[in-house]
């Protein structure tokens, strides 16, 4: 996708390999463009619009070929939190937004059916749809009148949603960034506080939380306390956490200070995390 003005979209076909050039499927004029992104597939592109007034519906869901229009929806502002307004499964299968107290899905192969259902969380400030398949919705909920903050897990059929399937609540927090693994069991949350209550980093705390859908896992990752031992099969040295996950890189002792960052191997069994004060430490983890 080619974002060429304020006012123009255009949308590439780049499957043809290198040197082979790229194919125009698709171009249309938005007025008073301000963000597009495609979903994940590329069946659709995503705008948003500054409003020209509050009745307008400036978010625009349309077909990346034919540029139609399948959904419209009015959002005030765009945040980092908020955009994407409309989140898809990677495999297109489900689609979600958030909305004030609640998420909306949709069946993403027909929104002409429109909103499908509705989770009902008071308070909700975050969403993250699972990637394949899109089986279940993570939510986070700020701190609130001495309430911790939380992030639960929802399965996003219908019939499924009676209760979340997992929970993890947390004082000390004003953010969370949350990352699903491939096959969509496992979730990450980087819960972040803007203090450090220990004065060590002017950028605050973080906490590295890891829970499952099935409830094996609904707690801390430890990052700072390892056993090592060495594997005489492959002549290295392993880490163990004091939970039970394996650590296969880093064998050195683990060290406090902040995350800054977090990502799932694409088999989605394990995940390595760069934390700590600087020279920051890189370590990889065993799911289990």
């Known amino acids: 996708m080619v974002v ?53 519906k400036n978010v625009v869901l349309r077909k990346a070929d034919t540029s139609d229009s399948v959904y419209q929806l009015h959002q005030k502002n765009m945040t980092k939190s908020s955009w994407p307004s409309i989140r898809f499964s990677s495999d297109e299968a489900v689609a979600c937004r958030l909305a004030t107290n609640e998420i909306q899905l949709f069946d993403a192969s027909s929104f002409s059916k429109g909103i499908t259902h509705r989770v009902r969380i008071p308070g909700v400030a975050g969403v993250e749809l699972s990637k394949a398949p899109g089986s279940h919705v993570a939510t986070f909920v700020p701190e609130s009148k001495g309430i911790p903050a939380s992030v639960q897990i929802y399965a996003s059929k219908a019939d499924l949603q009676t209760q979340a399937v997992a929970r993890r609540s947390f004082f000390r927090c004003s953010s969370v960034q949350m990352s699903w693994n491939n096959g969509s069991t496992g979730l990450l949350a980087v819960a972040q506080s803007d203090v450090d209550k220990s004065n060590q980093s002017y950028y605050g705390e973080s906490k590295l939380n890891y829970l499952t859908i099935d409830g094996t896992h609904d707690g801390l990752v430890t990052l700072h306390m390892f056993f090592l031992f060495r594997d005489d099969d492959c002549n290295q040295l392993l880490v163990v956490c004091r939970i039970p996950i394996l650590c296969l890189l880093n064998p050195f002792p683990g060290k406090d200070g902040p995350i800054h960052n977090v990502q799932w191997s694409h088999s989605g069994s394990e995940f390595a995390v760069v934390y700590g004060f600087m020279p920051a430490n890189a370590t990889i983890f065993y799911k289990k």
């Open 4 to 56: 060429k003005s304020d006012t123009a979209i255009g949308v590439y076909d780049c499957g043809g390999g290198c040197g082979t050039g790229f194919r125009e499927i698709g171009s249309f004029e938005v007025n008073n463009l301000f963000a597009a992104t495609l979903s994940p597939r590329g069946t659709y592109v995503q705008t948003f619009q500054k409003p020209a007034s509050p009745q307008e």
